[in-house]
């Protein structure tokens, strides 16, 4: 049987439920930002977006936290993690609220509050035509004083916990145990191999098979090829004929390149400054950098676009053609991006492709 990991869940349904004020608030936030709608390009040619003004507005009461991570899914639904309670927001393409997500159940064991306090990271896959969701725990203590997190779940869609790795009470069916410090990133390759980094603790990359059996790690804190400052993101690319495993080394400002043996290959310099992690569409591999800005690279590592680059400005945070700390990205299925931001209020934020003739 499986454990819901959000059941406290609340459908559009719900919200409109909950009376005339809440409706009559969504109705006004979206009113006031059609009448204030303005228009922002980032980026030039084939590479340019337009932010989606007043897409994922929440309504009055309800906020985000400081952004960890963003997924969609097969049918453009975006999920967005933050440390705010719900933690998760469920928005469709058009940034309408589908549902939202809190609270761990009893046997899981974790309130509202400790999810909060653990949430990090976010990644979707799609394993034998079925679509799945990892959750990333970073490390936190309880109340007592003991030690909470340190876990990476899978999850169906709507939250059932099919399987979790890392600091359980106990082994079983579902779970097993293993020693992360504080784990940042997961990604799955074709095969169903599963690469996890121990980005805010060992500075370990671990690789384990489909049935959770470790198999290898490698890495370690170092500035030396193959050691790790923050292996903050990991991502199984396939832009060619061989899948790659692109570790983002962020205060390392730099990407290392492993085969999924974990050999490395290469070490790349110079187009990124705090990489997060990664996601790939249509041929091209998308950085969010924590130094304010979105960086594009082509299948031969090439930059082809560095977008929104707000370092060193102070307007970052509120300015729309920037960014301030961009932890994390997704792309939908007609090529627009979604950034959430490290930054207290999330600042959740969709881009759409509208390329320029040169």
Excluded at 94 to 120: D, K, M
Excluded at 138 to 163: H, Q
Excluded at 198 to 205: E, N, P
Excluded at 304 to 322: F, Y
């Amino acid at each position: 049987m499986t454990a819901r990991l959000f059941p406290v869940r609340q459908s559009r349904r719900d919200f409109l439920k909950q009376g005339s004020l809440l409706a009559a608030a969504t109705a006004f936030s979206s009113s006031v930002a059609r009448a204030n709608r303005i228009s922002v390009r980032i980026g030039a040619g084939e590479h340019t977006y337009e932010w989606a003004q007043g897409w994922g507005v929440l309504p009055s009461g309800m906020k985000f936290g400081y952004g960890c991570g963003i997924a969609v899914d097969a049918h453009d639904r975006v999920y967005v993690l933050t440390r705010a309670n719900p933690a998760v927001v469920v928005f469709d393409r058009e940034g309408r609220i589908l549902e939202t997500w809190s609270n761990f159940p009893g046997n899981v064991g974790y309130t509202s509050e400790q999810v909060v306090a653990t949430a990090h990271g976010l990644y979707w896959s799609k394993e034998r035509g079925r679509e799945y969701l990892y959750w990333t725990e970073n490390v936190a203590k309880d109340k007592s004083g003991a030690r909470i997190g340190c876990r990476v779940y899978k999850t169906d869609l709507r939250g059932n916990v099919l399987f979790t790795l890392g600091n359980v009470e106990k082994e079983g069916p579902t779970s097993k145990k293993f020693q992360f410090d504080n784990p940042t990133d997961v990604a799955v390759g074709g095969n169903g191999d599963i690469f996890i980094v121990d980005g805010y603790g060992s500075q370990l990359v671990h690789k384990f098979s489909n049935d959770y059996r470790h198999i290898k790690t490698i890495g370690g804190r170092g500035k030396e090829d193959g050691k790790f400052n923050t292996c903050h993101g990991v991502w199984v690319s396939t832009l060619n004929k061989t899948p790659e495993v692109y570790i983002a080394d962020r205060h390392n400002d730099r990407l290392q390149v492993f085969t999924p043996d974990l050999e490395l290959k290469r070490v790349l310099k110079g187009d990124v400054r705090n990489p997060c992690c990664f996601y790939q569409h249509k041929g091209k591999l998308f950085i969010p950098d924590l130094a304010s800005r979105v960086t594009i690279l082509d299948s031969k590592d090439q930059a082809l676009a560095q977008l929104g680059d707000g370092q060193g400005m102070t307007d970052n945070k509120t300015n729309p053609a920037v960014f301030a700390a961009p932890h994390a990205l997704c792309v939908d299925s007609k090529g627009a991006f979604y950034v959430v931001e490290w930054v207290d209020f999330g600042r959740v934020r969709k881009f759409s492709h509208a390329p320029q003739k040169a």
